[in-house]
Protein backbone atom coordinates (compact mmCIF):
# COMPACT_ATOMS: atom_id res chain seq x y z
CA UNK A 1 0.00 0.00 0.00
CA UNK A 2 1.30 3.70 -0.80
CA UNK A 3 0.85 6.19 1.46
CA UNK A 4 -0.63 9.65 0.47
CA UNK A 5 2.24 11.83 -0.93
CA UNK A 6 0.58 14.80 1.49
CA UNK A 7 1.71 12.78 4.67
CA UNK A 8 5.55 13.16 3.72
CA UNK A 9 5.29 17.47 3.15
CA UNK A 10 7.22 19.24 5.38
CA UNK A 11 5.37 22.32 6.65
CA UNK A 12 7.40 25.63 4.98
CA UNK A 13 6.44 28.95 5.95
CA UNK A 14 8.05 32.04 4.24
CA UNK A 15 7.58 35.14 6.79
CA UNK A 16 8.52 38.54 5.91
CA UNK A 17 9.20 40.61 8.75
CA UNK A 18 9.16 44.78 8.20
CA UNK A 19 8.31 46.75 5.00
CA UNK A 20 11.13 45.17 2.84
CA UNK A 21 10.61 41.95 3.91
CA UNK A 22 6.15 42.08 3.21
CA UNK A 23 7.51 43.42 -0.48
CA UNK A 24 9.67 40.47 -1.00
CA UNK A 25 7.10 38.43 0.39
CA UNK A 26 4.30 39.77 -1.57
CA UNK A 27 7.06 39.39 -5.21
CA UNK A 28 6.62 35.44 -4.34
CA UNK A 29 2.89 35.50 -3.71
CA UNK A 30 2.93 37.31 -7.06
CA UNK A 31 4.83 34.41 -8.16
CA UNK A 32 2.28 31.80 -7.75
CA UNK A 33 4.77 30.04 -5.40
CA UNK A 34 3.13 26.87 -4.16
CA UNK A 35 3.38 24.85 -1.20
CA UNK A 36 4.54 27.15 1.60
CA UNK A 37 2.31 29.17 3.57
CA UNK A 38 3.35 33.27 3.52
CA UNK A 39 3.19 34.93 7.02
CA UNK A 40 3.37 39.23 7.17
CA UNK A 41 4.96 40.62 10.01
CA UNK A 42 5.17 43.96 10.86
CA UNK A 43 4.72 47.20 13.29
CA UNK A 44 3.48 49.12 10.37
CA UNK A 45 -0.76 48.41 10.73
CA UNK A 46 -1.39 50.06 7.71
CA UNK A 47 1.29 48.35 5.30
CA UNK A 48 0.17 45.08 6.76
CA UNK A 49 -3.51 45.61 6.17
CA UNK A 50 -3.22 45.87 2.51
CA UNK A 51 -0.71 42.63 2.32
CA UNK A 52 -2.08 39.79 0.66
CA UNK A 53 -0.20 37.38 2.94
CA UNK A 54 -3.00 34.84 4.00
CA UNK A 55 -1.26 35.48 7.75
CA UNK A 56 -0.77 38.63 9.09
CA UNK A 57 0.33 39.04 12.47
CA UNK A 58 0.75 42.97 14.27
CA UNK A 59 3.31 43.33 16.83
CA UNK A 60 4.20 45.55 19.15
CA UNK A 61 1.04 47.61 18.81
CA UNK A 62 1.21 49.19 22.22
CA UNK A 63 4.89 50.71 21.70
CA UNK A 64 4.04 51.83 18.39
CA UNK A 65 -0.15 52.46 18.14
CA UNK A 66 0.21 50.55 14.63
CA UNK A 67 2.37 53.14 13.45
CA UNK A 68 5.57 51.59 12.69
CA UNK A 69 8.73 51.30 14.51
CA UNK A 70 10.44 54.23 13.17
CA UNK A 71 13.26 52.72 12.08
CA UNK A 72 14.40 52.25 15.22
CA UNK A 73 15.60 48.30 15.34
CA UNK A 74 15.26 48.52 19.40
CA UNK A 75 11.61 49.38 18.84
CA UNK A 76 11.03 46.35 16.14
CA UNK A 77 12.98 43.86 19.16
CA UNK A 78 10.84 45.09 21.55
CA UNK A 79 7.62 45.05 19.68
CA UNK A 80 8.95 41.09 18.47
CA UNK A 81 9.29 40.48 22.15
CA UNK A 82 6.46 41.65 23.40
CA UNK A 83 4.80 39.17 20.50
CA UNK A 84 6.42 36.77 21.34
CA UNK A 85 3.68 34.15 22.12
CA UNK A 86 1.50 35.28 19.03
CA UNK A 87 4.81 34.32 16.95
CA UNK A 88 5.16 31.21 18.32
CA UNK A 89 1.78 30.08 17.80
CA UNK A 90 2.18 31.83 14.31
CA UNK A 91 5.08 29.17 13.65
CA UNK A 92 4.23 26.04 15.33
CA UNK A 93 4.15 22.56 13.14
CA UNK A 94 6.69 24.61 11.11
CA UNK A 95 9.40 22.18 9.76
CA UNK A 96 11.20 25.16 7.74
CA UNK A 97 11.00 28.67 8.49
CA UNK A 98 12.54 31.33 5.78
CA UNK A 99 12.60 35.03 7.14
CA UNK A 100 13.01 37.54 4.48
CA UNK A 101 13.69 40.84 5.57
CA UNK A 102 15.56 44.49 5.09
CA UNK A 103 18.11 45.32 6.91
CA UNK A 104 17.97 48.99 7.83
CA UNK A 105 15.31 50.01 9.09
CA UNK A 106 13.29 49.10 12.38
CA UNK A 107 10.93 46.38 11.99
CA UNK A 108 13.37 44.06 9.64
CA UNK A 109 16.66 44.44 11.24
CA UNK A 110 15.13 44.54 15.37
CA UNK A 111 12.40 41.92 14.82
CA UNK A 112 13.38 39.37 12.61
CA UNK A 113 16.32 37.81 15.04
CA UNK A 114 13.17 37.22 17.31
CA UNK A 115 11.50 35.49 14.80
CA UNK A 116 14.64 33.50 13.61
CA UNK A 117 14.64 32.97 17.73
CA UNK A 118 10.91 31.27 18.29
CA UNK A 119 11.28 29.48 14.60
CA UNK A 120 14.48 27.55 15.74
CA UNK A 121 13.04 27.34 19.85
CA UNK A 122 10.26 25.31 17.87
CA UNK A 123 12.47 22.83 16.17
CA UNK A 124 12.03 24.76 12.22
CA UNK A 125 15.27 25.09 10.35
CA UNK A 126 15.79 28.47 9.88
CA UNK A 127 16.86 30.40 7.41
CA UNK A 128 17.13 34.53 7.02
CA UNK A 129 17.13 36.11 3.92
CA UNK A 130 18.12 39.83 4.23
CA UNK A 131 18.81 42.62 2.02
CA UNK A 132 21.18 45.48 2.98
CA UNK A 133 20.67 49.05 2.02
CA UNK A 134 22.00 50.96 -1.46
CA UNK A 135 24.68 53.28 -0.48
CA UNK A 136 22.61 55.69 -1.69
CA UNK A 137 20.17 55.20 1.16
CA UNK A 138 21.76 56.77 3.71
CA UNK A 139 24.43 56.56 6.32
CA UNK A 140 22.25 55.99 9.14
CA UNK A 141 20.60 53.29 7.19
CA UNK A 142 24.11 51.73 6.77
CA UNK A 143 24.67 51.96 10.35
CA UNK A 144 21.57 50.41 11.57
CA UNK A 145 22.06 47.52 8.93
CA UNK A 146 25.47 47.07 10.41
CA UNK A 147 25.05 44.61 13.49
CA UNK A 148 21.91 43.45 11.79
CA UNK A 149 22.93 40.02 9.83
CA UNK A 150 25.37 39.05 12.91
CA UNK A 151 22.53 39.16 15.31
CA UNK A 152 20.35 37.06 12.86
CA UNK A 153 23.21 34.70 12.57
CA UNK A 154 22.98 34.05 16.42
CA UNK A 155 19.23 32.70 15.89
CA UNK A 156 18.90 31.32 12.21
CA UNK A 157 20.84 28.27 11.23
CA UNK A 158 21.45 29.76 7.63
CA UNK A 159 21.77 33.54 6.96
CA UNK A 160 22.15 34.94 3.14
CA UNK A 161 22.96 38.24 2.86
CA UNK A 162 21.98 39.86 -0.47
CA UNK A 163 23.61 43.60 -1.15
CA UNK A 164 20.99 46.24 -2.66
CA UNK A 165 24.29 47.88 -4.18
CA UNK A 166 25.35 44.40 -6.32
CA UNK A 167 22.00 44.93 -7.86
CA UNK A 168 22.91 47.70 -9.36
CA UNK A 169 26.12 45.87 -11.05
CA UNK A 170 23.66 43.19 -12.41
CA UNK A 171 20.02 44.19 -13.40
CA UNK A 172 19.70 45.06 -16.87
CA UNK A 173 19.91 49.10 -17.75
CA UNK A 174 16.61 49.49 -18.64
CA UNK A 175 15.12 48.42 -14.90
CA UNK A 176 14.22 51.37 -12.95
CA UNK A 177 15.50 52.14 -9.13
CA UNK A 178 11.78 51.61 -8.27
CA UNK A 179 11.72 48.37 -9.91
CA UNK A 180 15.12 47.44 -7.75
CA UNK A 181 13.45 47.89 -4.71
CA UNK A 182 10.62 45.62 -5.66
Not at 13 to 30: P, T
Not at 111 to 136: H, K, N, Q, Y
Not at 172 to 180: C, I, K, L, Q
Amino acid sequence: MVADASTYLAVIRVVGVGGAGINALERMMDSDVRGVEFVAINTDLQQLEISNAPVRLHIGNELTGGLGSGADPEVGKAAAEASYDHLRHVLKGSDMVFVTCGEGGGTGTGAAPVVCRAARELGALTVAIVTTPFSFEGSTRQRSAGDGPDELRKHADTVIVIPNNRLLEVLHRDVSMVEAFR
